[in-house]
């Protein structure tokens, strides 16, 4: 096998392509009916009451954070281990992210942790389905409950996974997708933010149209040339040429989820006898979405077995460097080293394997036995 494989990778059919000439063949290339069409699917899916689509899953963050009125002073409470975007989303609001420890065998955000980490100045709580399990929902849910807290879940790994029965995406406040091409779905780049809530909604909306009130479709209808700014936007719009991709991708998502589940068992059974490496804990009561599948190595060298599986042509990867000992948060921001023990050790050990739905059983095998292989020789 000589081609490099990737460890994540879109899949895009004939369909797909139909569906996004088809915009462009139609009037509105954005701001359109492919817009509405997209975020009412995708919160039907998750059973969510509405669906504000952003221009990527970042800006979908930073709506979020707008949308809770974080302000200069507020914190938020986030997991040290993810995608360094949660974070900057309160940055940009200018409040101050408070990060949490993770749970050794998950690495989701340890809900034992976060009660310690309140203050008088807490606003919420971030958590995020790290890899593509859902965090545990009924207790967060009940810490926030307790000290009046919103809770917020950056859901960008688990569309399609699902915590005691219930979708994921549905169980915070405000549930944030990103729809980059190595995510469950992609529209290219793009994002979402899933509630329940018509005040967040609206002030989403606004958000991602300059702080403006009305869209540009709703003051056709109306016959209205007035509009007025009432705060500070961005312009943090999709386009239909991108919102018809995702639903055409949408229909596939359930049999993607099947494939990814195959492909972690696959793994798994890989693995089971082996002391070098041992996949993350899955709990019994979720659906794992397994946007990623992550490995802790136990003895080997982590740098060594990096160089060697990509010198294979296997694309391992390592999710993620704590957010905090990136030198923005430790040199501007003042974040010192130590802040969360069990993350910084899990960081130090862990590998992402390559997992997405077109990856085939002779390159899991492939890659299982590289791994293993790559384990022994640098112990
Ligand atoms: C991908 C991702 C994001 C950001 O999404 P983009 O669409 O790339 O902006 C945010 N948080 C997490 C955990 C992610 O994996």
Redesign the pocket.
Known sequence: MKTYIPYGRQSISEEDIQAVVGVLRSDFLTTGPAVSGFEKQTAEYTGSRFGVAFS????A?HGAAFAMNIQPGDEVIVPAI??A??SNAVVYQGGRPVFCDVESDTLLMDPAKVEALITDKTRAVIA?DYAGQPCDYDALRRICDAHELLLVA?A??SLGGRYKGRMACSLADMSIL???PV?HITTG???MVLTDNKGFESRLKMFRNHGITTDYRQREQSGSWYYEMRELGYNYRITDIQCALGMSQLKRLDAWIGRRQAIAARYDRHFSASEAVAPLSCRPDVSHAYHLYVVRLRGADRGAVFSRMRNSGIGVNVHYLPVYRHPYYSERLGYRAGLCPVAEDAYEHILSLPMFPGLNDAEVDFTAEKLLEACSVSV
Request: proline share 0%; charged share 15%; net charge negative.
């Open positions: 990527s899953g970042t800006a963050l993810t995608f975007a949660t995020v950056d960008c790994h990103s729809f980059h995510k780049e793009g994002g």
